[in-house]
């Protein structure tokens, strides 16, 4: 093996608070496994992407293998491995959507953003120099009768125009 | 059991037996990707399609046809059925493999798994034991309707000896399997999602390890793997399968005696496989005895035997090498004899040893020397043992077979060779080390026979060195640590003037004036036969390739 090993220089832990929302959440599930998701979605909210030392953590956290988590992490298209920015947007792009005029929002994020549109394996494409953003296509967020729609981290932007998003982009 | 009506076949098979194997113990394949009877069964190649019969829904009673939807062979099972579910008033189960839609069936995933395979069989490890060329030949379509761009996922390295391309994995997961059931290690996962899955170890996001496929019974990885994805670094293009011929025999690493299949070309060994054996090892072997046969094709081999003059070992010929022996051994005393077998040697090897001792130089000091025990590695489904010989369990029995005989071990032998004028040392165990204790009481000796494979510490303190054989040159038997009596055969052959053991010892016994003539191992396996009560049963005939266990 010419290849070496990864050497996790700062081990990753939750702070306080989300140690205690990670207490509260285990008791929710059967085996500790299957709480694999929302632990993953705790730790990339604290660490913002999930790095080596992250999968290393909740893999002994749950008690699977850390090839459990990666496997998960890369299936999942929520869950980063590379820095993204501050906002992380996402545009959908699924019939509705592109029926609506989905392409008009998305250029025009694109031209006030002045950043290309990040794709799976590269995130850093479309996130902005200053790391304030990051604009990824998806598909269906599940709002196709207020397309077309855009999600800001966690929040959901309806019956979108170009006029609009700078409002909501004003806004943030 | 359960009565089958299997395509034209009546079977009767046991309850609970899947449908892959009932077809397999009566000559019919079932192509399989996914499904290895060591390991769990998802389901998930396709591949094992059968149109399962039964009642028709809505249709008079007693009319039976082919179920609407086929059945994965691997997972479905069959077993007696109560009386008024019969199918056509007697059977349990009518299941076809090979019915105009089973054959289609095939011929679509066949095509769905070769999307983004690509087609590099000629210069693929695999080509020629390869199931998913192999299957395309014969359940495969002739032409391809694909004109779309290929996925093509990196070569990776997986460990120190297993390489991934994944381009040619169909995703059977039998390896992540493997490393999560059989070795308990896990470090195998699919990355990414639908036709972008990919085998891997886990990484950094830029493809730094954080642990890798090193446990010890990663190779076995490469043997499961049913396509040319997982290969072997130390086979790598070294060689077509179907140049190379193939003997059974058994894994000489250590005492659990795994069954193997050697395979080898005149030059020499080029790998070795594990064979199933139900008791013993299943389907696997670990590492250290896949990997650890690389000393047999050795340059450094002994070819010659050496005599020692003017305090250097010099090359001699086989005549003068024995007449020296005989000068000395005619000299001393019997009780100032110890004679020392090999844990590494064959039952037949030691039997001849122990005979020479008890009834030509009429001692009964023999000794058992051998590899120095190693760690024992214990995993879910497999153990590596500590004593790292395959045969001390019969060579202790046979050496202390004869009346009278006394077998030495550790520190017992060591005090007794001390004191001895003559020691003559059969070793063959590969790089063994000497201890301070050892290596005094070999100094003491006066005039010291070895017989080895190699040159080691052993062997530079020697007066003759004899030029014996490894696991890979004889036929014999070699016991286990739980009592299994297994054959090893003779492969290659020995290098140079080197000779197999017991012919050495048998013709020092002829030297000496001692009346022994066996031709080949099975007569002294006979002998052994005979006279050792354990292994009343124990002739070649009876072994075969299954094994004895003693009783």
Redesign the interface.
């Known amino acids: 093996?010419?290849?070496?090993?990864?050497q996790i220089e700062t081990p990753f832990a939750f702070n306080a608070e989300n140690q205690r929302e990670f207490d509260e959440l285990i008791g929710r599930y059967p085996i500790k496994e299957a709480a694999m998701l929302p632990t993953l979605h705790l730790a990339q909210r604290q660490a913002g992407y999930i790095?080596?030392a992250v999968?290393?953590y909740v893999a002994e956290l749950l008690e699977v293998?850390?090839?459990?988590?990666?496997?998960v992490v890369?299936?999942y298209p929520m869950f980063f491995?590379?820095p993204v920015g501050e906002y992380v947007i996402r545009v959908c792009h699924t019939l509705p959507c592109a029926l609506r005029d989905c392409k008009v929002v998305l250029d025009h994020l694109k031209a006030k953003l002045d950043t290309d549109i990040a794709s799976e394996t590269n995130l850093a494409k479309g996130t902005t120099a200053d790391g304030k953003f990051t604009l990824m296509k998806v598909e269906c967020l599940a709002s196709c009768d207020v397309a077309p729609v855009i999600m800001v981290n966690d929040d959901l932007y309806k019956n979108l125009t170009p006029e609009k998003v700078d409002e909501v982009l004003d806004n943030l | 059991m359960a009565l089958v009506k299997l395509n034209d076949l009546e079977i009767e098979v046991e309850d609970g037996t899947n449908i892959v194997e009932a077809a397999r113990q009566h000559g019919i394949e079932v192509p399989h990707y996914c499904y290895h009877p060591g390991l769990s069964r998802p389901a998930n190649c396709r591949m094992c399609l059968v149109e399962p019969y039964g009642p028709i829904p809505g249709a008079p009673p007693g009319t039976i046809g082919p179920a609407r939807q086929l059945a994965t062979g691997c997972t479905t099972t069959v077993r007696t059925a109560p009386p008024d579910r019969k199918l056509d008033d007697k059977y349990d189960a009518i299941v076809q493999t090979d019915s105009p839609r089973v054959k289609k069936a095939r011929e679509d995933i066949l095509e769905f798994l070769l999307v983004h395979h690509p087609l590099d069989c000629p210069v693929c490890d695999q080509a020629g034991e390869c199931d998913l060329q192999d299957y395309s030949y014969r359940h495969g379509s002739d032409k391809s309707r694909y004109l779309e761009v290929k996925n093509v996922p990196p070569k990776k390295?997986l460990?120190?000896d297993v390489l991934l391309y994944s381009t040619r994995c169909v995703v059977c997961t039998r390896c992540i399997r493997f490393a999560e059931e059989v070795s308990g290690?896990?470090?195998?996962?699919?990355?990414?999602?639908g036709s972008h899955d990919e085998i891997?170890?886990?990484?950094?996001?830029e493809g730094?390890?954080?642990?890798?496929l090193?446990n010890k019974l990663a190779g076995n990885v490469v043997d499961i793997c049913p396509v040319g994805a997982l290969i072997s670094k130390d086979f790598l293009f070294k060689s077509r399968p179907w140049f190379m011929e193939k003997a059974n025999s058994v894994c000489s690493g250590c005492s659990v005696g795994c069954n193997i299949t050697v395979e080898y070309k005149a030059d020499g060994v080029y790998r070795l496989k594990p064979r199933f054996h139900e008791d013993i090892n299943q389907h696997w072997m670990c590492d250290d005895g896949r990997l650890g046969y690389h000393y047999v094709n050795s340059d450094d081999r002994l070819q010659l035997p050496l005599k020692r003059v003017d305090d250097e070992l010099m090359p001699t010929h086989w005549a003068d090498a024995l007449t020296v022996i005989q000068e000395q051994l005619s000299e001393v005393a019997a009780e100032d004899i110890v004679v020392i077998g090999s844990a590494q040697g064959t039952n037949e090897d030691n039997y001849v040893l122990q005979q020479f001792a008890h009834d030509v130089l009429q001692t009964t000091q023999l000794g058992l020397f051998g590899q120095l025990p190693g760690e024992e590695h214990k995993f879910p489904q497999f153990t590596i043992e500590a004593d790292k010989n395959p045969n001390t369990a019969g060579a202790r029995t046979i050496l202390g077979s004869a009346n009278g005989n006394v077998v030495l071990e550790d520190e017992a032998l060591w005090e007794k060779v001390s004191g001895a004028k003559v020691v003559y040392l059969v070793s063959g165990a590969p790089e063994r080390p000497l201890e301070d204790a050892e290596k005094a009481a070999l100094e003491n000796v006066e005039f010291l026979i070895v017989q080895d494979i190699l040159p080691s510490e052993v062997t530079q303190l020697a007066d003759v060195v004899l030029p014996g054989t490894t696991f890979a040159e004889k036929d014999g038997t070699f016991t286990n640590s739980t009592g299994w009596v297994q054959r090893i055969r003779k492969t290659i052959d020995p290098p140079g003037e080197a000779r197999v053991d017991w012919e050495i010892t048998q013709q020092l016994a002829k030297q000496l004036g001692g009346e022994m003539n066996y031709h080949f191992a099975g007569e002294i396996a006979l002998a052994i036969a005979e006279n050792v009560p354990d292994y009343a049963d124990t002739t070649h005939q009876k072994i075969g390739d299954a094994g004895i266990k003693l009783a």
């Not at chain 2, 891997?200 to 996001?205: E, L, Q």
């Not at chain 2, 730094?208 to 890798?212: A, E, K, M, R, Y």
């Open positions: 093996m010419s290849e070496e090993l990864i790095t080596p999968m290393k293998t850390v090839m459990k988590v990666k496997d890369t299936f491995e590379e | 390295d460990g120190p290690t896990g470090e195998l996962g699919l990355i990414n999602r891997d170890i886990p990484r950094s996001h730094v390890p954080l642990q890798v090193d």
